[in-house]
């Protein structure tokens, strides 16, 4: 298997549920990132892993939270969500964390709100 | 404030036809992406442009970057309805990992 994988691909879940997204690249890269892509916004960049270090971190509330084990697997961990929530969450990956390097994205997990 | 504006928003066109998208900004960038993302799927990288006044071409797609690097163009020569999807700009300001992206350009080639 090649690429950016992502699971699930849908997400429903209730405002007091806590489940996890699931992101694994093998593509050999060193930098994982989490992007949220709501309707008529641009992709937001959310959280930045390099070498599994946490490298940024953009104003994201705390009701996410991600995990970086090794340079191959990202989670982005949800609790308490709310309905402006709901949205396309995809994950990238790069060879390293260079702004010039092509990133890779996996196909998104469409996440509902209820 | 957007960084990077992209226009137009949607367009819709006949297949054969040409066309040319844009991606604009008040600010300097290193280096341009363009990527296409279909229905269902994860953005693709198409291109990336670093020389101000570049040109790239890939197929029927070319692709410019301002000479001041602050904007960006591209242009379909008689598109096909392969050529739909969702056509975003990202633009990276320096040698970090950060790349901000525009809304979007979603092309609707029809046969």
């Known amino acids: 298997e090649t690429g950016v994988t992502q699971t699930p691909r849908h997400l429903v879940m209730g405002m007091t549920n806590k489940k996890s997204l699931k992101c694994e690249q093998h593509l050999g890269h060193n930098a994982m990132y989490w992007y949220k892509q709501s309707a008529k916004k641009p992709l937001e960049l959310m959280f930045v892993y390099n070498f599994k270090e946490q490298t940024e971190n953009n104003s994201v509330p705390s009701r996410f939270s991600p995990e970086c084990p090794n340079s191959s697997h990202l989670f982005l961990h949800l609790h308490t969500l709310q309905p402006e929530d709901s949205a396309l969450y995809l994950c990238a990956s790069s060879q390293d964390g260079g702004g010039i390097e092509p990133q890779h994205f996996g196909d998104g997990t469409r996440l509902s709100i209820l | 404030t957007q960084l990077l504006e992209q226009s137009p928003q949607f367009l819709s066109i006949q297949e054969g036809e040409n066309l040319t998208v844009y991606c604009n900004s008040s600010?300097?960038?290193?280096?341009l992406q363009w990527y296409r993302q279909e229905p269902g799927e994860g953005p693709v990288l198409l291109v990336t442009?670093?020389?101000?006044?570049e040109v790239k071409k890939l197929k029927r797609l070319t692709f410019q970057f301002g000479d001041a690097r602050k904007d960006s163009s591209l242009h379909i020569t008689a598109a096909q309805p392969g050529d739909t999807g969702l056509y975003l700009c990202?633009?990276?300001?320096?040698?970090?990992?950060?790349?901000?992206f525009g809304k979007g350009t979603l092309l609707t080639v029809n046969p």
């Open positions: 990202a633009g990276s300001r320096g040698s970090n990992y950060k790349l901000t």
């Open positions: 600010s300097v960038f290193s280096s």
């Open positions: 442009v670093v020389t101000g006044g």
